[in-house]
């Protein structure tokens, strides 16, 4: 009995060496929230076992890194979020979860744009980039680098599907833009929660004015509200909008002030869930178009 057992461990340490260096179950990655884990899996498809820290619905800008949080990026060899100070939380939570694989921040590389925020503090950088299709392509591009190093056998798979996404991402981009080209630029104003639409504005040709600031962890000021409330009037600004991740007292209030009526929730910085109408990055982009040239155009 002790000849098997032993015949039986050295037929598995023989096994082991004579495996590839690299383990052939999927590549175990880690997302910071949910839009860039659509975009991840895009690339990765079967290749990699996803785990992402924010999931649909929830707000990435303010977050308390749970245990599981902690356990998902331990055994993770990449990890991708977003940056431009989206994920405050993100240096200090990887150093307390002691992360040891790749980092990749998607936005690196891309010229930040800095917004003159309506009612908040002037010139904050925008961290909201995937709301222009392009910086979404770069996003993608990025994300199939990381994928690459971390993953060099399976490279090709990652190329070919980021390939098919990018083509994907440019007929999506070609549809807003087709869409917006019907409304009289005089017309493209809206309201939302927080300003969350610098990058759909610049790419767009659309204006936006939002009480709450760059990031939801901020506040909205009374005389904030008021002043807004004085523009939307002065301006005729015509489609007002709650975000999924915003509370939508406050846009109900200047719904109410105004007499503009709120005409839906924008998802702004997370997916829905499966069974709603932004459980994709492109779904996400295709709803909210629809409902601001819905409102726009009524
Ligand atoms: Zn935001």
């Not at 910071?32 to 659509?38: A, E, L």
Request: charged fraction near 15%; glycine fraction near 8%; charge should be positive.
């Amino acid at each position: 009995m002790p000849m098997r057992l032993l015949s039986f461990a050295v037929a598995a340490q023989l096994l082991v060496a004579m495996a590839p260096a690299r383990a052939q179950g999927p590549l175990p990655v880690v997302a910071s929230f949910s839009i860039v884990g659509d975009l991840v899996q895009q690339v990765g498809g079967p290749d990699i076992a996803l785990q992402v820290l924010v999931g649909p619905g929830s707000d990435a800008h303010a977050v308390q890194p749970t245990p599981a949080m902690a356990r998902s990026v331990a055994g993770a060899r990449v990890l991708f979020s977003n940056g431009l100070g989206f994920e405050g939380w993100m240096a200090r939570f990887l150093k307390s979860a002691n992360f040891q694989g790749r980092h990749v921040v998607l936005s690196d590389g891309l010229k930040p744009l800095k917004t003159a925020s309506t009612h908040g503090h002037a010139h904050d950088v925008d961290p909201h980039a995937w709301q222009d299709v392009a910086a979404a392509v770069h996003y993608v591009q990025a994300i199939q680098r990381g994928l690459c190093q971390a993953d060099a056998p399976r490279c090709a798979a990652y190329g070919q599907r980021a390939q098919a996404s990018v083509q994907r991402l440019q007929a999506l981009d070609r549809e807003i833009r087709a869409g917006w080209a019907a409304v009289p630029p005089e017309r493209r104003k809206l309201i939302s929660s927080h300003d969350a639409f610098g990058h759909y504005a610049a790419a767009y040709g659309v204006r936006f004015l939002a009480p709450q600031g760059l990031s939801t962890e901020a506040e909205a000021s009374a005389r904030g509200v008021a002043a807004l409330v004085r523009q939307i009037k002065a301006e005729n600004v015509r489609a007002l909008f709650v975000e999924t991740i915003a509370d939508p007292r406050l846009i109900e209030q200047i719904g109410r002030e105004t007499g503009v009526q709120p005409a839906g929730a924008l998802y702004s910085d997370a997916l829905s869930d499966a069974s709603g109408p932004a459980a994709s990055y492109e779904a996400l982009m295709r709803h909210n178009t629809t409902l601001m040239l819905r409102a726009l155009t009524r």
